[in-house]
């Protein structure tokens, strides 16, 4: 059953495109700094962050990447992390998961990583930025303040809304290919179906300017970015990202259901703008149903393929229950860790190489037809929506 470490891998030949990941940290880690970032739990690491379906996938699969046997203590595995150093255990790790093409969420730093070009020299392949759009709202906010320009005028927050959509078309303009919504962790995703008017949105922003800026979790704030993220992507042909489901407990689980944007997808079905739901664990089921009846919506369940382990076939299973195969991409949402990378590819492949065997076993489909989906599924689908990024449909 187990692959032995030096056998090919399931869809070896088969290159996948990284539609939503993050860098990697660009230090040598020690065992508490690591932990620390094997979870999506806050604070620092500790002794059971190992003890878990994503711990022993990182003993079992990367280990023989850095060159060890599977199944190591957790102190022998980062011992040979150190001797490697983190940019050869970056570079093995990320080369061996089989994507050649990562997209990279650029508005999350809470540490020090790779950026997208250092990224694609570490893994020899293509990078290319995806903008965060309450990242650059608040940006644009802070420039605001330090310039002594906006606090509590109204007239600054109508320029706000202004400078904020400016400052996404210039990263769009400079190479980004998606923009990305964290909705989900400041307001919930029951985002209003009509965008606010501008009378609320310049008071809305007059309001938080005058507080000092800082965090958008004002719910017209929110709805208008998203909005303007949906009116971005019919007009510029971008996906627009959407975290859903479960993440860091800045998250409220129940309020990242992506169902709460059934209005939301109602209303812009029509408008050539496209959703792409990231994660969605454990909504994965209301995600594929989402996309099975709004043809503009996009599904992947990156993150929760690394974190469930063992179960990342029962989990891709269910989003294929009913999600369109022309809906479902494929992400890893590695993030400071290249080891997430790694097992994002490496633990979805496996997934659907073991869904793939069993439909043909069961004629459920023929060989050249499981060919076909597994391409679209990893690369090709993803190809089709983001602008330039691939080699064409796989
Ligand atoms: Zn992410």
Request: one cysteine or more.
């Amino acid at each position: 059953m187990a692959d032995r470490p030096d056998a090919p891998g399931p869809l070896d030949g088969v290159a996948l495109l990284d539609h939503h990941c993050h860098g990697v940290v660009t230090t040598d880690l020690d065992l508490p700094e690591f932990e620390s970032l094997l979870t999506e739990a806050p604070g620092p690491g500790g002794p059971d962050r190992f003890d878990s379906a994503l711990g022993l996938a990182v003993r079992r699969w990367c280990a023989p990447v850095l060159g060890l046997e599977p199944h190591p203590s957790p102190e022998e595995y980062l011992r040979r992390r150190a001797d490697l150093g983190w940019a050869e255990s970056t570079r093995r790790l990320l080369r061996a998961g089989g994507a050649r093409t990562w997209l990279v969420d650029t508005g999350y730093t809470a540490h020090n990583l790779t950026s997208p070009d250092e990224l694609a020299v570490l893994a020899d392949g293509r990078a290319y930025p995806v903008t965060r759009l309450e990242a650059v709202a608040e940006n644009v906010g802070s420039a605001a303040r330090d310039s002594g320009a906006a606090a509590g005028n109204t007239g600054s927050a109508a320029g706000w809304t202004d400078s904020v959509e400016q400052a996404v078309r210039a990263e769009v303009a400079a190479g980004a290919v998606g923009l990305k919504t964290v909705v989900a962790y400041r307001c919930g995703l029951a985002v209003p179906a009509e965008p606010p008017s501008a009378a609320t949105v310049t008071h809305a922003a007059g309001r938080w300017l005058g507080g000092g800026g800082g965090r958008i979790a004002d719910p017209v704030l929110c709805a208008w970015l998203v909005h303007l993220g949906v009116r971005l992507s019919a007009e510029l042909g971008l996906p627009l990202q959407v975290h859903t489901g479960f993440g860091d407990p800045d998250v409220r689980l129940h309020l990242a259901n992506p169902a709460l944007l059934s209005d939301l997808l109602a209303r812009t079905r029509h408008t050539g703008a496209v959703f792409m739901l990231l994660h969605c664990w454990p909504y994965q089921r209301d995600a594929g149903y989402l996309a099975h009846v709004f043809g503009h919506v996009r599904v992947d369940v990156g993150l929760a393929v690394p974190y469930v382990g063992i179960r990342a076939r029962a989990v891709l299973a269910e989003l294929l229950e009913l999600a369109p195969f022309r809906s479902v991409c494929f992400s890893s949402d590695g993030y400071g860790l290249p080891e997430l990378h790694f097992l994002g590819a490496r633990l979805w492949r496996r997934a659907l190489a073991g869904l793939v065997a069993d439909w043909i076993a069961d004629d459920v489909l023929t060989t050249p037809d499981a060919d076909r989906l597994v391409r679209r599924l990893a690369a090709g689908n993803a190809a089709a929506v983001y602008p330039g990024v691939g080699d064409g449909p796989g």
